[in-house]
């Protein structure tokens, strides 16, 4: 389970969001123990692209050492 304020990656795009896979965003709400997060995704700018309920199975959390797809400004 993810806490508030980790950083998640999707595994696939969501396109009707306008993110793709490898995009990455911060964990803002959990839902149901960890079976959904509500993810805020950003913009290299650190301007919002799109606040989405996602299930737990597509997100993941990078390691330190792994880095993760900017999205496009």
Same mark, same amino acid.
């Given at each position: 389970?993810?806490?508030?304020?980790?950083?998640?990656?999707?595994?696939?795009? $969501?396109?009707?969001? =306008? $993110?793709?896979?490898? @995009? =990455? =965003?911060?964990?803002?709400?959990?839902?149901?123990? =960890?079976k959904a997060?509500?993810?805020?995704? $950003? #913009?290299? @700018? $650190?301007?919002?692209? #799109?606040?989405?309920?996602?299930?737990?199975?597509?997100?993941?959390?990078?390691? @330190? @050492?792994?880095?993760?797809q900017s999205?496009?400004?």
């Amino acid at each position: 389970m993810y806490e508030i304020n980790s950083y998640v990656v999707l595994k696939l795009p $969501l396109i009707e969001h =306008g $993110l793709r896979k490898g @995009d =990455g =965003g911060v964990v803002v709400y959990v839902h149901q123990e =960890g079976k959904a997060y509500e993810v805020e995704f $950003l #913009a290299a @700018d $650190l301007q919002t692209i #799109a606040v989405v309920t996602v299930e737990a199975e597509q997100v993941w959390r990078p390691s @330190d @050492d792994e880095t993760p797809q900017s999205p496009a400004v």
